[in-house]
């Protein structure tokens, strides 16, 4: 049920220049989902509607907000980058309810309780302004303005105007605020640009609420869950927090890492207890690993389910793909789009694509096995290679269930090995094998006895031979 008398407003409008980088930093991924998207969802988790104001590449913006269906999103548009107050500004004609929280766009780390517990106090106190502020020792927070008290009067410096005394001025602005309408609807007309910048700052309305007397009330938020973000660096260090919170979280559930610090690890993955992870590790976009996996040093898994107990070794691939139980992977090995059956090996050097393996099936060694559809119980010989191609378009190869395929054999597709059938080694296979036959496509050996020893006696012997040249007249 959407709350009444509440709106949001995300400030989303920046142009990003400290990321010297072409994009919008709330495009960035911190744990696989943009930053932008995160204060959306937690908006849309608090069921308030939300109106975000756009402006530097607010196509894109609005893109990553569109991939996940946020309901009860509008948007506004920042026609000239003057600053956060003019961005509030720039929603006016979307306001409708009583109270209003303004947030940033770069504030993938706050949390439910904070924005409840500014709710609660904003409330209880009937206050027309509350915002958030956080302490830190932290350098970096000097990129946050600071809450300067004097006089009886409260008011918010940019850090770019700061000059005052840190260890007095100890509390930094979060940049979470709860406006009554009535007074952020006046209060707005009474702000200007700054002299040194040109822009209009959200801050100086806490500087009006204070001078005209209005109520004015503080929550207070630890500082790693308020971390905005304006560069790279910063970015880095914020999904640092967010990917040990998931870590942390999945250890809970009876995972194991065992270098947690090298995992790299997205929002929408899930794991299963029972499962080891080692170092270097990258599980992403929305891949699912059963219960008593392994996963080897350096292996990766995309857009993928491995279900219970496979085991994955170092240094493997997996993307677009379903790997049943018991299967058994690498190391060096790559799958994409495809489906591993149960018990199922694909070994070191083995490329799987676009193809299913049956269960109990095996490909151990330097193996291409594309556009493939293999049976149960088939064996791979090592060297395979499955032809799929013919410079237009792609081929099954078909390949029933108890099969052998020798090794060092190319399959070119389209093609059928019939049930039980085998192949010989070195083989080109152009046609179909039937079911329980031999196929064998390769020269017939032939031995000539001594013929090295000859040979060699041969090479000597003309070396030893002096070459004479004649001279024409």
């Not at 919008?24 to 937690?42: D, H, R, W």
């Not at 109520?215 to 927090?241: Q, V, Y």
Request: aromatic share 6%; with cysteine.
């Amino acid at each position: 049920m959407v709350r009444s008398g509440l709106q949001a407003i995300i400030l989303a409008a920046g142009s990003s220049s400290r990321f010297n980088t072409s994009k919008s930093k709330l495009c960035f991924p911190i744990c696989g989902q943009e930053l932008i998207v995160y204060p959306a969802k937690l908006l849309a988790s608090l069921q308030i509607p939300l109106t975000c104001v756009v402006g530097f590449q607010k196509e894109a913006v609005k893109a990553a907000l569109a991939r996940h269906s946020l309901p009860n999103i509008s948007f506004a548009e920042q026609l000239q980058p003057l600053g956060t107050g003019h961005a509030l500004a720039s929603a006016r004609e979307h306001f409708f309810a009583d109270t209003i929280l303004v947030m940033n766009g770069d504030a993938p780390l706050i949390t439910q309780e904070i924005v409840e517990t500014l709710l609660d106090a904003h409330r209880d106190a009937t206050a027309s302004v509350s915002f958030v502020i956080s302490q830190s020792t932290d350098p970096s927070a000097d990129g946050y303005g600071r809450i300067v008290q004097q006089d009886g009067k409260i008011r918010v410096v940019e850090s770019r105007n700061y000059t005052g005394n840190r260890h007095k001025d100890q509390y930094i602005n979060a940049g979470i605020y709860l406006f009554q309408r009535t007074f952020l609807e006046k209060a707005l007309a009474t702000i200007h640009p700054d002299a040194k910048t040109g822009e209009m700052y959200i801050t100086d309305l806490i500087q009006y609420a204070s001078n005209t007397n209005e109520p004015i009330i503080t929550s207070f938020a630890p500082f790693d869950n308020i971390r905005g973000i304006n560069t790279l660096k910063e970015l880095w260090a914020a999904e640092h927090i967010k990917r040990s919170e998931l870590i942390t979280h999945w250890m809970s559930q009876g995972v194991r890492f065992i270098a947690a610090q090298n995992v790299y690890l997205d929002l929408d993955v899930s794991i299963g207890a029972d499962t080891t992870i080692s170092p270097g590790c990258i599980l992403v976009n929305g891949s699912s690993i059963g219960c008593g996996c392994t996963l080897g040093a350096y292996s990766y898994v995309c857009n993928s389910v491995l279900h219970d107990q496979v085991f994955m070794m170092s240094h493997s691939i997996i993307s677009d793909s379903i790997v049943h139980e018991y299967a058994h992977i690498g190391p060096f090995a790559q799958i994409r789009s495809s489906t591993i059956g149960e018990r199922a090996v694909v070994g070191n050097f083995v490329e799987v694509n676009r193809s299913k393996i049956g269960n109990q099936s095996k490909a151990k060694h330097l193996t291409y096995l594309g556009d493939a559809r293999i049976g149960n119980s088939v064996n791979i010989g090592a060297g395979t290679i499955t032809c799929n191609y013919d410079g237009i378009q792609k081929h099954i190869t078909t390949i029933k269930d108890r099969a052998f395929i020798g090794s060092n054999n190319a399959l070119v597709a389209p093609i059928i090995v019939g049930e039980g059938a085998m192949t010989g080694a070195g083989s080109v296979i152009t046609d179909d094998v039937p079911a329980d036959a031999l196929a064998i496509a390769r020269s017939r050996q032939t031995v000539k006895e001594n013929f090295v020893e000859q040979m060699r006696a041969r090479i000597v012997a003309e070396k030893e031979t002096p070459h004479t040249t004649e001279l024409g007249a």
